[in-house]
């Protein structure tokens, strides 16, 4: 089976929605300084409602109008940034997320009678609805409405301080209630991505192998039927020929001679047809990472690699899927190289991405897993952590 390499040329990518509020979230798949997110249509919403916040500055006093522009262009940065963070940097995304609201509250106590810097609170509700998890964005927001209600209480002079909180508080939370269905779609559009992928690389083991049955059972009836027969006709024909009766018949002898050609070419044929090149693994593994923009897949298959049984090509699929999910979940690696080689009766699998893994990374479920069926088919993995901070998987199974 030659080596095989990248695996976009022929199956199309399946992209997903980009942050910083619909995807700005653990578990994206982008490329990590991925500027072209900048012009998402959700993020040009968020700017033109900035910019519409930003004419309303020239009714602040003059003493704090520089420092009214400087807060709402340090808001307009941070949001902006968070379309820039790679996953490795989430304590600097987060503390960027904890910033926002503390500028917008800033800006909100230069002059709480203009009443449009409180949008910055909608749009930072989105953000953190879309980002955290849902019981501790609600406290976030909990929280900074307090201090809004506080801001507004004590350096505003507003009447009804209490009703200006509120209103904006059903804002912020017809902004959460929309990231959270996005959220939970897109969540849903991956898992149904992957789970097509997994059926497609399923389906083309499925099929190597119902071809492989099919070709050994042509060989068996060749070899159980038509050459049994052949070897009887030439039995026969070689006792005629031996007869004295005729001994001199040419025509027998070619006869005979060709059904032993003819015996010979079936038993090439029917060794020809034993002798498979074993289950398409490179295709299968294409398809599962096909739905992936993130890690992209490496294939390194040695010529002498074979794999006949379903179980062990099985085994192997599973095996590159979790290394997939785990290099895009938790070690944002751009590559993931599958190579894959044969040492006497021992098939040897090794991946390795070229990410880096968190500190304290422990294994979880789906390594379990991975653990125990391959210790079913009399096989063992090991995993390790490379001084660059990768993932390495060895793995053998029985060849």
Known sequence: MPAAGGHRSAVPEVTFAAPPIAAARGGRQHASM??????????????????????????????????????????????????????????????VITALPVIALALIALDPRIGTAPV????WAGVVFADWPARRAALAVLAVNVAYYLVLKHAGGLRAPLMSVLIFIGFQAFAALCMHYARS??????????????L????????????????????????DVAGHKLTAMRLNLRALADDPGFAGNAQLRIAEQLSGE?????????????????????TALRALAAPMPR????????????????????AVLRLVQE???????HADADTLDVALHREGDVLHVTIQDDGRLREGWREGNGIA????RLAALHGRVRLARTEAGAMRIDAELPA
């Open 323 to 329: 290394a997939l999910t785990n290099a895009a979940r």
């Open 120 to 123: 910055l609170l909608v749009i």
């Open 200 to 223: 497609l690389a399923t389906r083309a083991l499925l099929a190597d192998s119902a071809r492989d049955a099919e070709r050994l059972r042509v060989a068996r009836e060749l070899h």
């Open 34 to 95: 991925d500027r072209s997110r900048l012009l998402n249509p959700l993020n040009l919403a968020a700017l033109l409602t900035l910019g519409a916040i930003s004419l309303s500055i020239r009714y602040f006093d003059d003493g704090s109008r520089l420092l009214a522009w400087c807060l709402l262009g340090l808001f307009a940065a941070g949001f902006l940034s968070l379309s820039l963070w790679p996953p490795r940097l989430r304590f600097a995304e987060h503390a």
């Open 185 to 198: 779609a897109e969540r849903a559009r991956d898992a149904l991505a992957q789970v097509n992928a997994d």
């Open 295 to 314: 890690p992209r897949l490496q294939l390194d298959i040695a010529d002498d690699v074979r794999v006949t049984d379903p179980a062990i090509a099985e």
């Open 369 to 372: 897993g991975m653990r125990e």
């Open 262 to 282: 003819l015996l010979g070419d079936i038993r090439n044929v029917v060794q020809a047809l034993r002798d498979s090149g074993g289950l398409d693994l490179a």
